[in-house]
């Protein structure tokens, strides 16, 4: 599933920037949904879907999907500074 091979790499490059996963979960759509937190006060959520996002989440969330983000986005967003990627909490 390409969801899934996509879903890893964002893992890897959210880990290289300073993130930690802190949860994966798959819609029954096939989306996948990263949860990340940076210094276990900021929270990002990233999705990964092969249709554009329909329901918004209570965190921040990131699509990667078309008519969304491409993924080549996804590292200039992670690596801004604190406070100005996700929800502080």
Do not use: C
């Not at 819609?27 to 929270?43: D, F, I, K, N, P």
């Amino acid at each position: 599933m390409m969801n899934s091979k996509i879903a890893q790499e964002v893992k890897a490059l959210a880990e290289r920037v300073g993130w930690r996963v802190n949860e994966t979960r798959i819609a029954s759509t096939g989306s996948v949904y990263v949860e990340l937190v940076r210094r276990g006060q900021e929270w990002v959520v990233i999705r990964i879907a092969n249709h554009k996002q329909v329901y918004h989440r209570w965190l921040i969330t990131y699509s990667i999907a078309p008519g969304d983000l491409w993924f080549e986005e996804l590292e200039e967003i992670l690596t801004r500074p604190f406070g100005e990627v996700g929800d502080v909490l």
